[in-house]
């Protein structure tokens, strides 16, 4: 049983983990961005409760499953059910590279030029990560993984990811 949950900054590479992980272990994957943010309004939050509630069936849907995002409080609740933590932490400058190459993600933003045209206030975010107090800032995450009793691993480059996966890819063709 696989039960995964990835979170850092924006830009440090929790969505291609995510897949990627999800497709090694043929698991569902949740990013939780889809739970917290009201589709038909951009920028509003979906109530906690209810983002809480779709987790919570999410998680009871699957043995298996991998969970990506930066919401500090949904990933508390997540992280009483996971077999393993990951903490992405390369750092900002690496974080602001992966946002600049990101891929369109249709599924937040109606078109590619709606994701470019709000490019310059996410690399402004990232770069808060540090200084941030909120429930997505570094304090937050490093409380979370610190706290967790479980399984866990913090990675602070795409190289040690970039390892991890393909180490894991190795020994499921053997």
């Not at 509003?44 to 409080?73: A, D, P, T």
């Not at 909120?134 to 479980?150: I, M, N, Q, T, V």
């Not at 913090?154 to 393909?166: I, K, L, P, Q």
Request: charged content about 30%; proline content about 3%; aromatic content about 8%.
């Amino acid at each position: 049983m696989e039960r995964i949950i990835i979170f850092g900054n924006s830009g440090s590479g929790k969505s291609t983990l995510a897949r990627t992980l999800a497709s090694l272990h043929r698991a569902p994957h949740l990013d939780l961005d889809v739970i917290a943010w009201e589709v038909e309004q951009l920028g509003v939050r979906v109530v906690h409760v209810e983002s809480k509630r779709e987790l919570m069936r999410f998680i009871e849907r699957s043995e298996n499953w991998v969970i990506e995002g930066c919401y500090s409080q949904l990933l508390k609740e997540a992280a009483a059910h996971c077999t393993e933590m990951i903490f992405l932490n390369p750092g900002i400058e690496a974080c602001i590279e992966n946002c600049r190459a990101r891929p369109w993600e249709p599924h937040k933003y109606p078109s590619r030029e709606a994701q470019d045209a709000n490019l310059q206030m996410l690399i402004g975010w990232v770069r808060e990560y540090e200084t941030r107090d909120d429930e997505f800032s570094l304090r937050e995450h490093r409380k979370l993984y610190d706290a967790h009793p479980g399984k866990k691993v913090e990675y602070t480059s795409n190289a040690e990811v970039f390892e991890r996966v393909s180490t894991h890819d190795d020994r499921r063709r053997v």
